[in-house]
Nanobody, 125 residues
Framework: QVQLVESGGGLVQAGGSLRLSCATSGRTFSSRDMGWFRQAPGKEREFVAHITRNVGSTYYADSVKGRFTVSRDNAKNTVYLQMNSLKPEDTAVYYC??????????????????WGQGTQVTVSS
């Protein structure tokens, strides 16, 4: 059973940077597409970024495009989310997830079968 553990969250001023990590256990990491989502208080979980399993193609929500970068190191079974130029509206709990289903878009949270526990990111103005 694959398990995910996010880390790297914290409190940062607007304009600052953070790098989130998502470490996975299990031997199937390199064969899985991975996603990052976030959920702010009182809001629904929303898509942030996606990276494919092989060539590492990346996709982003419009709200983070140009500021966030998703990457993966298959040798370390880890996926990263580099977040630059952070804004107060980026404040949320960030989750990584393993994609299990391919009946819909990679931006749809229901396409993912395993989720981490989340890491809090707070951006002060």
């Amino acid at each position: 059973q694959v398990q995910l553990v996010e880390s790297g969250g914290g409190l940062v001023q607007a304009g600052g940077s953070l790098r989130l990590s998502c470490a996975t256990s299990g031997r199937t990491f390199s064969s899985r597409d991975m996603g990052w989502f976030r959920q702010a208080p009182g809001k629904e979980r929303e898509f942030v970024a996606h990276i494919t399993r092989n060539v590492g193609s990346t996709y982003y929500a419009d709200s983070v495009k140009g500021r966030f970068t998703v990457s993966r190191d298959n040798a370390k079974n880890t996926v990263y989310l580099q977040m630059n130029s952070l804004k107060p509206e980026d404040t949320a709990v960030y989750y990584c997830a393993v994609r299990f289903y391919y009946s819909g878009s990679f931006s749809d949270a229901t396409q993912y079968g395993i989720w981490g526990q989340g890491t809090q990111v707070t951006v002060s103005s």
